[in-house]
């Protein structure tokens, strides 16, 4: 009777291979995500306030709005009003720009509010339509209690105090206000995350800021969407 061949002796290797890959594609996979986490932490936009209350406001449509209806969506928004006689046409312009290029976006929504309380929604209406936006139920103009919209504008937003225009620096009768025309991003947790000067008289420094409000739309939209909004009582 012949005896069965002898088996050959497992080669330590043939064991320990497969542990030691797995063991490395392990090592490798959480490095990737610490340089992820790193590169994330870097691009992301720091938290500068918050949005605390609710406001009623009056749109250019004439029609009473809530801030409370863009919970869950990511803000822009600006601080201009219709008669300004220096850079709010341009903002809204360059904001124009930017709301054409993520007109895909529905959980983006711009917010533009005139810091005159003499501005009526036909003004506001007129000053839109002379620069070619369209009433668009995601961009809103908004009037609204002169006191409560500049503390509202100041204290969460971020935005400097609005100041009195000197008589002797004024460019015409219209010329009230100094005002900040730099333009804020909100998450949508309702977070200030940015202020963008895309108006800066530098042009290097407009390019930066202008860049830098798209990029950190793209990363709040996207985080948007991973977490989206859930309100106190949904369960």
């Given amino acids: ?11 330590p290797l043939s064991i320990w291979a497969p ?17 992820r986490s790193r590169i994330d932490k870097q691009d992301r936009p720091p ?14 449509s004439g029609k009473k709005v809530h801030l409370e209806e863009l919970k869950g969506k990511v803000l822009v928004i600006s601080w201009v009003f219709t008669r300004c006689p220096r850079g ?7 904001l124009k720009k930017l709301h054409e290029e993520f007109a895909n976006e529905p959980n983006l929504h711009f917010l533009s509010f ?11 209406k007129k000053f839109a339509s002379g620069l070619s936006i369209a009433d668009d139920a995601n961009w809103w103009f908004l009037n609204g209690d002169k006191d409560t919209v500049r503390k509202f504008m100041t204290s969460q937003v971020q935005f400097r105090p609005v100041q009195d225009m000197p008589e002797k620096d004024r460019l015409s009768p ?16 309702g977070h200030v995350r940015g202020l963008a000067d895309i108006l800066n008289p530098d042009p290097e420094f407009a390019k930066f800021w202008d860049e830098k409000l798209r990029k950190d739309l793209r990363y709040l939209l996207n985080e948007q969407k991973k977490t989206p909004y859930k309100p106190a009582n949904a369960k």
């Fill in 1 to 11: 009777m012949k005896e069965p061949p002898a088996k050959t002796p497992l080669h």
């Fill in 19 to 35: 542990i030691i890959i797995a063991v490395l594609g392990i090592v490798v996979f959480y490095n990737y995500l610490i340089y």
């Fill in 47 to 60: 938290v500068l306030g918050r949005l605390e209350k609710d406001l009623e406001l009056t749109e250019r």
């Fill in 88 to 94: 709010c046409a341009a903002v809204i312009a360059k």
């Fill in 114 to 124: 005139t810091l005159d309380a003499d501005d009526t929604p036909e003004m506001m």
């Fill in 174 to 189: 219209d010329d009230k206000y100094i005002h900040d025309l730099r333009v804020a991003v909100i998450d949508h947790l």
